[in-house]
């Protein structure tokens, strides 16, 4: 396609996740359109209707495309919930006491999500936890907290905020977590390439969002697409940038703010 299509749908419309294939869009609407516990949609971005999944916040659609992981931020103790996109019951997961942080994701086999999480009175770490039962599994020490689209293809390793809120590698099966090679001061990375070689990431306050790709091997970076809407009076912020692994397509979000200005006399 040559032009962008606009898929928000109510007041504030936020971008979590885009399938594989660009097909379908995962968002929440957190506005007065929402209701108070917010709501979780998937529309396809051919333009079709949205499906409301449930309250909260979906975080991930599954790789199978069967569920969506979300969380409910508005509940005074958040949990996680799989929510189906076509029929079926939604399911809570068993995750007990712990804090439910704001960003969960599936592993590769669809079977497993990592997520953070607090114990009471204890700092954000990492957990993992089987979605057909079982206690969540402790990862990583306090200190660490994972963030959006960060699962490697291989499912090998997260990409996790740590401590001295600098970004790092997480290896899943043990390790230290590995600082990452040519990221510059305030880049976000917003998911891999299908083949793990590349993160899409850039600037969150650059006007026009101007995407790389960054060799994760040799910290090497290609410029990969500049995103900015047509209309872009007011526009303070472009974010959350997510493209399909293969990068034929992809999807992104902005903030505008508009102001009336009036003249007074007398």
């Not at 660490?144 to 291989?154: A, F, G, H």
């Amino acid at each position: 396609e040559t032009k962008e299509r606009d898929l928000s749908w109510l007041d504030w419309s936020t971008t979590f996740d885009l399938t594989k294939d660009g097909k379908t869009l995962l968002f929440a609407e957190t506005g007065e359109g929402a209701g108070p516990a917010y709501s979780c949609f998937i529309r396809g971005t051919d333009g079709s209707a949205p499906v409301r999944l449930g309250d909260g916040v979906g975080l991930q659609i599954s790789p199978d495309g069967r569920w969506v992981v979300a969380t409910t931020p508005r509940d005074e103790n958040p949990k996680l919930w799989l929510y189906p996109t076509g029929p079926g019951e939604k399911k809570l997961l068993p995750t007990g006491n712990l804090g439910i942080g704001p960003s969960a994701e599936f592993l590769p086999d669809g079977r497993r999500i990592v997520f953070s999480a607090n114990e009471p009175g204890h700092g954000t770490r990492l957990f993992l936890i089987d979605i057909a039962g079982g206690s969540p599994k402790p990862l990583s020490p306090e200190g660490y907290r994972l963030i959006s689209r960060s699962v490697s293809p291989d499912g090998k390793e997260v990409i996790v905020l740590g401590p001295e809120r600098n970004l790092y590698f997480y290896p899943l099966e043990g390790g230290e977590p590995q600082p990452i090679r040519g990221l510059l001061p305030d880049e976000t990375p917003y998911g891999w390439s299908g083949d793990g070689r590349f993160l899409y990431l850039c600037r969150r306050r650059d006007l026009p969002a101007r995407v790389s790709k960054l060799d994760v091997q040799t910290g090497k970076r290609e410029p990969w697409r500049e995103l900015m809407p047509a209309d872009g009076a007011g526009i303070v912020n472009i974010s959350p940038v997510l493209a399909t692994p293969d990068g034929s397509g992809y999807v992104y979000g902005y903030f505008r703010i508009l102001s009336d200005m009036y003249l007074v006399e007398g």
